[in-house]
């Protein structure tokens, strides 16, 4: 069926923040095409270039109906030239001859091989590409010097880049609820990031710990990693202690506020998700998730995930919710809405006005929104 006219359509609004995203959406074949572009960018060292291509893409899946045609996205904003004329390929040949031969090439895969591996960004990995590494055995072949993180994640390499399913992370936010529970009663433990959008599966875990008392989530963390630590839960953690200042120096809301860096107290870590069947005699803590196994659809091999946890005293909840949901193509474009629209700085510890110097307050992710002047945009429509 031969799509509408645009004008019939309504106009796409140019921040990715003005616009609901859906998961599911009508143009993958294409915006799978950008990506590749994205990464490949990324890969080369040029972020603007990237970012290009990921607006690109992004704009395309907000789109309600299927890009038939390249006049159709005449009036359709942030397609660049680059952009355009690989959607113009796609869609005429049903397929770009530069994506494939990025697909196909050799630095291509190698960089995304490497940059799996986590802890390992764009800059190592072009280095070790450089020096002639291919595998992953190369690696270990040449004694790469790897930090602790780093060597965590080549160790679990397989199992860490096997999508974690969403009833595996409801099964370790329920091991984390019970344990805080233990520790400080009425403190809150909530699934952000993509599962909160409403992905079926993610990269990592992404936990939220609050209490609604003001100080009280002060110390837990430390606690809580030690409790599931000691019951077995798990085989990597690095805790990161909050790096908070105060919220009143303002050359942090002047300068580099915005940042998607956060000062919030974290720890990184690598949950065991084991066999219950007991592969791991004496393993209490796989016992424990066993118990919860009522989520599993199918029997689980022994595998493992990352989990963030981070911590966040009540007042700066909403803004830790707001930030940790992303995406991060969603975030980057609130933000920058926010200091050029509003100048207001925004990020995962409040919101800041730049001219009347003032913080914004917000209870909810709702109050953030309206603080912007923006409608409010859904979890399950932050998919950009
Ligand atoms: N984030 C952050 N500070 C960090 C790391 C991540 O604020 N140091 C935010 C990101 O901006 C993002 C959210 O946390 O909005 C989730 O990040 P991530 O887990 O990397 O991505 P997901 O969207 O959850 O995707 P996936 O399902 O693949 O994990
Ligand atoms: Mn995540
Ligand atoms: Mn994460």
Redesign the pocket.
Known sequence: TPAEPLEEKGQVAPYICQRRTPLLHHNSALTDALEIMAEEAKFSGSEVRSLAFSRAASVLKALPWKVERIQQLHTVPCIGEHSRRILQEMLEDGMSAEVEKVRQSERYRTMKLFTKIFGIGVKIASQWYQEGLRTLTDLQLHQIKLNKEQQAGLLHYEDLNTPVELWEAEAISQVVRQVIEQILPGATVTLT??FRRG?PC???V?LLISHPSEGEEMGLLPKVISILDRQGFLLYHSFHRSSFLSLEDEELWVSGGSS???HFERCLSIFHLGDPAGSRPGATGVQKLGALWGLARRPVPESCAWV?LVVTPSSQFPFALL??????NF?RDLRRFSKREKKMTLN?HGLYHLEQKIFLPAASEEEIFQHLGLEYILPEERNA
């Open positions: 990031g993509g992905k993610g990269h990592d992404d998607t860096m956060d963030d930030g940790w949901t992303g995406s991060r975030e995962s």
